[in-house]
């Protein structure tokens, strides 16, 4: 069974301060790993991506740390926000899929105190 | 109307009811998704359109009938379902190409099953 496991459920982190959200997954066939935030009513949204062959990639106040050897990856929210505040999903995706599978995470519910 | 949009948004049916959700796609996708999401656990796919053809059924109940009459409409019919099917249902869309790259999400039908 394909697994995806994130850590923690849930975080609470000062406005400013650090998030940090961790996965680590299985198979090693996978080929593309999206965290995707989600906010109370709405749908979950992609918001940073990344594949195998890089280490970190940045976009603004995210980044993702990828650790192939280790299997794990992770999301890290510089300068919380209360606006950060929402559920988050990381996921994977099997380099052999062409119907668009993705594997996700239990996901994190971030709280941002301001 | 823009994104993906999903009705109704909220649904309560009896164990013998049979209902339907509606998902509808303005962003010109040719890939489709159902997705099942309960508390606490990762997203679940449940099935997959490419071009109006199920590309993937994640070992669904029958009782869980999904519909894909054109590349911008998804439906799931519902009958004879169980308490424990009570959960988000979130419908997505994507490029067919880039399935797995990048979807997006609808707000999601909340269904509980009384």
């Known amino acids: 069974q394909q697994q995806v496991k994130q850590s923690p459920q849930s975080l609470i982190v000062q406005k400013g301060g650090i998030s940090i959200i961790n996965c680590a997954y299985e198979n090693t066939a996978f080929d593309y790993f999206p965290w995707y935030q989600q906010f109370p009513g709405k749908g979950p949204a992609l918001l940073i991506a990344i594949r195998p062959d890089v280490s970190e990639k940045k976009e603004g106040r995210f980044t993702i740390s990828f650790n192939k050897s280790a299997k794990q990856f992770s999301l890290h929210i510089m300068d919380s926000q209360p606006g950060d505040s929402a559920t988050y999903f990381c996921?994977?995706?099997?380099?052999?899929?062409?119907?668009?599978?993705?594997?996700f995470g239990q996901g994190t519910t971030l709280q941002v105190k301001p | 109307e823009t994104g993906v949009t999903q009705t109704p948004r909220h649904l309560v049916m009896g164990m013998t009811n049979k209902k339907s959700l509606k998902c509808e796609q303005h962003?010109?996708?040719?890939?489709m998704y159902w997705y099942k999401q309960s508390a606490k656990k990762p997203l679940e796919l449940m099935f997959v359109y490419n071009f109006k053809e199920q590309t993937e059924n994640n070992s669904v109940p029958s009782r869980f009938s999904p519909e894909c009459p054109n590349s911008s409409h998804l439906f799931l019919h519902l009958h004879t379902l169980q308490p424990e099917d009570s959960a988000l249902y979130l419908c997505?869309?994507?490029?067919?190409?880039?399935?797995?790259?990048?979807?997006?999400f609808g707000p999601g039908t909340r269904l509980t099953v009384t």
């Open positions: 962003l010109g996708h040719n890939a």
């Open positions: 997505a869309s994507s490029h067919a190409r880039l399935a797995g790259y990048e979807q997006y």
């Open positions: 996921a994977a995706k099997g380099s052999s899929s062409n119907t668009g599978k993705l594997i």
